[in-house]
């Protein structure tokens, strides 16, 4: 499984962005997808969680803002973020949790897209 993240930029205070993963190889893999944030002097956190059954969840700084979905089963997941801040200014990964059978698990990143949010 291979990600390749895109969509970051800069963006005003109160604007909008949205972030894509694209998801190639065994996507038959996944079970769950996760996208993180590192601000600078900071480690990697993750913001917001889609699985398989399409439950989602986030993290509270980005609740009721951020918006986690997929398209065409893993092929591409998708952060749609709403009324940016500073705070949400850094690095955004993408992330997936594999299944390698008969039994073990596995994570894949994609590189990193930044976001800069200005005030």
């Known amino acids: 499984v291979q990600l390749q993240a895109s969509g970051g930029g800069l963006v005003q205070h109160g604007g909008s962005l949205r972030l894509s993963c694209t998801v190639s190889g065994d996507t038959g893999s996944v079970y769950a997808m996760n996208w993180y944030r590192q601000t600078p002097g900071k480690q990697r956190d993750i913001i917001a969680t889609?699985?398989?059954?399409?439950?989602?969840h986030y993290e509270d700084s980005v609740k009721g803002r951020f918006i986690i979905s997929r398209r065409h089963g893993w092929n591409t997941v998708d952060l749609q973020m709403n009324n940016l801040n500073a705070e949400d200014t850094g690095v955004y990964f993408c992330?997936?949790?594999?299944?390698?059978?008969?039994?073990?698990?596995?994570?894949?990143w994609g590189q990193g897209t930044q976001v800069t949010v200005s005030s």
């Open positions: 992330n997936a949790n594999i299944q390698v059978p008969p039994s073990h698990y596995a994570t894949r």
């Open positions: 889609i699985t398989d059954n399409e439950s989602t």
